[in-house]
């Protein structure tokens, strides 16, 4: 999952014609003085950290300027902020619009009804999950006819809005909902979304890209996620792995697997801090680059949980080995596996030969790799 | 008779000229289930392993009788393989592809159903049914003919769970793999009436992630729908809030979803909750011993 | 029991604050139909002789009970308000509006049968069951309760018809006016085993008219699945080629579709083809005189 | 509906990506000159009579031109042209184009199946009626999902196409299918589409709207179809007005009816001229000027067939009434009027004291027209 910044979820909003306010993006100082000097936001204006986190406006991560200097100053002081652990690495200046009614708008995937769902509620400006649940106006759209003209009214009504701000409304809603099916969106959300006399302006913008649609939406490729440098790594090399706080390398093929993995771990007291699931590889080479990934991690200790489907045995043992010759001493790590499944006399031959003993059951291996942990930290 | 496949299944394999496909039909085959023809455009006349090769799945249907496909094409193309299929008067797919866009999905979702063909997956093992046959990639060595259904959303974890089975010396009357995915063709409660009305299944084992409320439903379903004992386990209980552990399903948001909520409504659902993959082979063998016990 | 609609039938009225649709919602409930509510956004609260006016067909539903529409509402906004009532569960809706795009009629018609809702119509009549109700637009004089059933693409020719076997002292079970439009919702194909099965109906009057295949179709059906007596007529035996004699139904094209092809295709179906409408109140009071006969 | 001419196809055709050979439309001998000289048309070209009906190359429409001066006399020559009842008013220039295969493309409405078709054949390039029913493929498609990958195989299978020109045809398909749906159409037909070398070319299009989308497509509106003068205005009065050869004018309200009316007429030995078909009016106003139309057409006699619904009895009377008060003397015919159905009596009773009776029977009333049509002849 891609989310986008606010200023580049508001590019998208204004490929579909979604309103917005007049506004720039700003990544030093003097860039969003030049901004507002050059006329393209008209003062007063707002100047708003481009975080991922939410919560700004408290945090003063938002500032108003009244002249160019006070832009200015506002960019620098959100530019020194690390809001909520992310580095603020740009701002979004915009006009500061005379608001009516804020509301909330979203489009998103239910995925119990296996269909879209259009969320609307006349109770924007705030996060959503702290609205009373009759407040909400759920609608599920079905793909085939698209978002309807009857499922647009019975929003605007929801919205209490009526006249022009419900004709707004209508072309809004049509313009989320191309951006949410022709972007591949998981979400799509304006909140607030305000009433500006006649009209309606999406004063934020929240975009998700799903990761499975990148292969139709090469413009995002450029954009990262809050990933940590080595979650990166894998990303490109395509190996789910997530960084925690524990100590314990956990290694492991599918995410069921794996999280049942985490969850005997905990229950004897490891503390796991990498996970890796390798997944349906078949290929010897992704194992050893997913260990190589995992070494310089630094666990305590790796505990090895494969059963053998598409991934067989073998290759992850064969995979393993070629690893451990190629970690250096210092990043070595004591390893407790277990690998069952496809072709696992194998693959419990290749790691024999290479010093690593299987152990069948996973009560006992999980609690072998916990000591192992225990032991090396 | 069995869940959704039997020895009437007759197979067409859609990517069947590529490596995993070309696998996979192979196990299906040692399986011993009846894989009639493969479906890679531009390759027709050809055969894989002695499996005739169409350029089209209507082709396949029309030359061999195939009525089920199990597809193996890339993401990109794996939504026109489905239409294809369904249009070819298919009813049963198993989707083995992963990473297809949900956009996708809903697509073919919805167009399958209002065509009553049935999906199984996207990014799923599959279904088997030991002794008869099986549309998938769950590892053949796992099974064994018995009179315990599985369903679950994992892959991996499900091999490992029927394979516990298997060697306490019980046995799987059908084993279906959901897949993760947040749209997926059939879910826990799309499979539960299958199960209970299936005679050759005494006792269901359900194995879900967190996640979704694919749980929580089938807990409500459950509850005032199934009368044969349920082994219920979930995977994720120690995961850390809003950290993927390998895909979408496995989100977790807003306390929906929750390891906790999913167990607490299964346990009130009379389901046997399991708090380890390890447990479940033996309260499998110990409600087995004592029948007519929920 | 009578064809699609009955005494259970609770109609409402999409587009009942309308001129044709006020005009049509007072006759139908002098039929005797129960017309529970009407459905005009923005006059939610307001009522229309009585009838009450709601916003959404939702709300309709849920305040009234209402299981079946006629829309009324005009071309540019008719799809909206089909996908509106089979969203709210309605199974049936009679489409009265004209001049549907059938670009949006396609996507009507797959949605509601996807849905398992039934479309009567565009540009139709509806349907009409004597002594039950009507969800349509057929003049109330011309029917009289009795056994003859009558499916018919035409509008005014069937109310000729419909009265014609009204005259001869007999009287209809059910008529439905399918519409002649390029997509229709209800073709005779779909209506005639409804008829087929009505213990209520003894006899089915066809009506068709040049233009498509559709009566073609009838005659195979009816060839091989009906056993009830059929008088059929064909209407523009002498219309001429290629020329448009009212709406996009009634064109003729390349020899298919033509009056002759209809009409040897029924009269092989074993029908009894009257060459002109007044000949049809005849050909069926003497069938009706000789019970049995096809 | 709206045949367009094929200049006007083609440029439907080039705003949905179909490529085609360059060319330029022309009304004059000389604007045809001056296209050459431009260059916009290279030279070879082809110098083609712009009207509807098919078969220009036997008769004599369809010129070539190696210069400007012969493009010009081309012009001149097919600009004097009567094709088929229809005068040339416009010339399409385009350059020659060294063709492979020529084949044939088109999608339209399966109305038994309730689904748009795409038919592709081989043999393009002659009428496709004239093709053997082996040799053409029929596909449904979906609008759902729309015109599928799997679908677009097929067709290049049956256009015998595989690398370049396959490729070429899936475009080429999806721009068409687009078209297809987007513009309302009956009918997008490529006859031929011609190989030429890689890729394809759409030589000829044939796109017919379809009339009830009108509201959607403006741009249309100012394109007429072959009506007489007097169907024009029947059309803008929204009166469906057919104009035959015969001598009895016609008048009933709905397509059916007017139909069976026809038909009862011919058995009688009458010879209808006008159908007049009034719908579901209710509107008297309307009903008179249908007449004033109908009194235009100067039938010998003419049959009024009514059976009321929505139309009421007593407003076609009272609209008719109206007329023969407005009718000239000149332009008096004998009436012949049944009304039945709503309101039967009411109107009758206007009918009469207008000095019209009406014949309730159907036969004998269709026999009595037929009768004053041969008094008044």
């Known amino acids: 999952m891609v989310k986008l910044a606010e200023w580049r979820g508001k590019e998208v909003f204004r490929k579909y014609g979604v309103p917005l306010p007049r506004g720039h993006v700003a990544r030093t100082p003097s860039e969003a003085e030049a901004v507002v000097r050059s006329g393209s936001v008209p003062l007063p204006c707002v100047v708003k950290a481009q975080v991922l986190a939410g919560g700004r406006g408290k945090g003063g991560a938002v500032r108003f300027a009244n002249t160019a200097e006070e832009a200015r100053a506002a960019a620098e002081a959100i530019l020194a902020l690390e809001f909520k652990g992310e580095r603020v690495k740009e701002v979004l200046l915009e006009e500061k619009l005379p608001i009516g009614k804020e509301l909330y708008v979203a489009i998103t995937l239910d995925r119990a009804r296996r269909l879209p769902v259009l969320i609307t509620s006349a109770q924007g400006g705030v996060e959503i999950e702290s609205v009373d649940d009759a407040a909400i106006e759920r609608q599920p759209v079905h793909p085939f006819p698209g978002l309807t003209a009857y499922e647009r009214r019975r929003a605007a009504r929801s919205l209490g809005l009526s006249g022009g701000p419900a004709k707004a409304l209508d072309g809004l809603l049509l313009a989320l909902w191309k951006a949410f099916q022709q972007e591949d969106t998981e979400l799509v959300e304006v909140n607030p979304l305000a009433v500006v006399g006649d009209g309606l302006v999406a004063l934020d913008a929240k975009v998700i890209i799903e990761d499975d649609a990148a292969f139709r939406h090469p413009e995002y490729a450029e954009i990262r996620d809050d990933r940590t440098p080595l979650e990166e790594i894998a990303r490109e090399k395509e190996i789910a792995f997530v960084q925690l706080d524990g100590n314990i390398g956990v290694i492991a093929n599918g995410a069921g697997l794996t999280m049942a993995t985490l969850d005997v771990l905990k229950e004897f007291g490891g503390n796991p801090g990498v996970f890796l699931d390798l997944g349906g590889t078949d290929d010897p080479k992704k194992v050893t680059e997913a260990f190589l990934l995992m070494a310089q991690a630094k666990p305590a200790a790796v505990f090895l949980n494969i059963f053998g489907g598409v991934t067989r045995c073998d290759t992850v043992a064969r995979g393993l080995v070629e690893a451990m010759r190629q970690v250096p001493e210092s990043e070595r790590f004591p390893l407790v596996a277990r690998i069952r499944g496809n072709n696992e006399a194998e693959g419990i031959e290749i790691l024999r030969s290479a010093g690593v003993t299987s152990v069948p059951d996973l009560k006992s291996s999980a609690q072998a790799a916990v000591a192992a942990a225990r032991g090396s930290a | ?294």
Chains 1, 4 share one sequence.
């Open chain 2, 1 to 294: 008779m069995s869940v959704l496949v039997d020895r009437d299944t007759r197979v067409v394999v859609q990517g069947i000229t590529g490596h995993q496909g070309t696998v996979h039909a192979r196990q299906m085959r040692e399986f011993g289930t009846q894989v009639v023809a493969g479906v890679t455009p531009g390759k027709a006349g050809t055969d894989v392993e002695g499996v005739p090769v169409f350029d089209s799945v209507r082709d396949a249907v029309e030359k061999t009788g195939a009525n089920a496909s199990c597809i193996f094409v890339p993401a990109p193309f794996a939504k026109d393989a489905l239409l294809e299929a369904v249009d070819a008067g298919l009813t049963l797919a198993t989707v083995v592809t992963e990473h297809i866009p949900f956009h996708d999905m809903l697509v073919m979702y919805h167009y399958a159903r209002s065509k009553g063909s049935r999906i199984i997956g996207p990014n799923c093992p599959g279904i088997a049914s030991p002794g008869k046959a099986k549309v998938g990639i769950i590892p053949n060595v796992v099974f064994r003919p018995g009179r315990v259904g599985v369903i679950s959303r994992s892959g991996t974890l499900t091999y490992e769970i029927v394979n516990g089975i298997k060697e306490h010396g019980l046995g799987q009357s059908t084993c279906i793999g959901l897949g993760g995915d947040p749209v997926v063709g059939t879910s826990f409660v799309d499979a539960l009436p299958l199960f209970e009305s299936d005679p050759e299944t005494d006792l269901i084992v359900l194995v879900g992630e967190i996640g979704g409320t694919g749980e929580e439903d089938a807990a409500e379903y459950i509850r005032h729908h199934v009368h044969k004992p349920v082994v219920a386990y979930i995977a994720g209980r120690s995961a850390p809030p809003g950290k993927r552990m390998g895909h979408a399903g496995a989100i977790i948001t807003r306390g929906r979803g929750t390891a906790e909520s999913k167990l607490a409504a299964l346990e009130r659902a009379g389901a046997h909750v399991a708090r380890f993959p390890y447990e479940i082979p033996d309260m499998v063998a110990e409600i087995a011993r004592a029948p007519g016990r929920r």
